[in-house]
């Protein structure tokens, strides 16, 4: 996955293995201490992402009035999202920017943390700062994330081994019961479809192609 930087937006580009569909992240830099997400559900191509990435580099160096503006560019590439983190001022999106394969269970392979990268979201014209915020920031970083922290795309590794084929083994009828609740049936659902180890990895997920403006707010 590749982020990419506008005056007012973070875009995070992510991909399948074989680079033939591509979704797209967008994070507003203009809150100063709200995350605000907006998931596009869309399923780009790659011939498509190139060009709203094109469309955006362009609509954002051409702004009237827009001084400094260098339209799109690249922040940094990475393997995968460790997730956001807030302490006195906005958000941060913490990336695993290196990994190391370690090992493969029943096919899907499993990466070891090498490096990450911490990038404050909010634009600095925004910015509300704080003078204890470095010190916060420091304490956090003291959590070495390159040592013993593994992931995988395709294995859940919050689980054992043992649970995992157990999972696989029981019929799928025995999963949902008359008494089981609707969200216990969701997550049953979604534990089938994320824990068969024998598929192959890197099979691109199917997305829901309805509309792109899914807006997730953090406060």
Partial sequence: ????????????????????????LKIDRTEPKDLVII????VYS?????ELLG????????????KGSSGLSRAVSAFGIVGFVRFLEGYYIVLITKRRKMADIGGHSIYKIEDTSMIYIPND????????EARYVRIFQNVDL?????????????????????????????????ETSAEEEVQTQSKQDSFDIFEEEG???QGDLTSPNNKFHIR
């Fill in 125 to 132: 014209s925004v910015r509300v700062t704080h003078p204890d």
């Fill in 146 to 178: 390159s040592s013993n922290f593994y992931f995988s795309y395709s294995y859940d590794l919050s689980h054992s081994l043992q649970y995992n084929l157990t999972l696989l083994q029981r019929p799928y009828e025995l999963w949902s019961t008359p």
């Fill in 1 to 24: 996955m590749v982020l990419y930087e506008t005056r007012a937006r973070y875009f995070l580009v992510g991909t399948n293995q074989a680079q033939t569909k591509h979704r797209v």
């Fill in 46 to 50: 790659q011939q498509e992402v190139r």
């Fill in 55 to 66: 469309r955006l580099d362009l609509g954002n160096r051409t702004k009237i009035g827009q």
């Fill in 203 to 205: 099979l691109p997920t």
């Fill in 39 to 42: 998931d596009d559900k869309h």
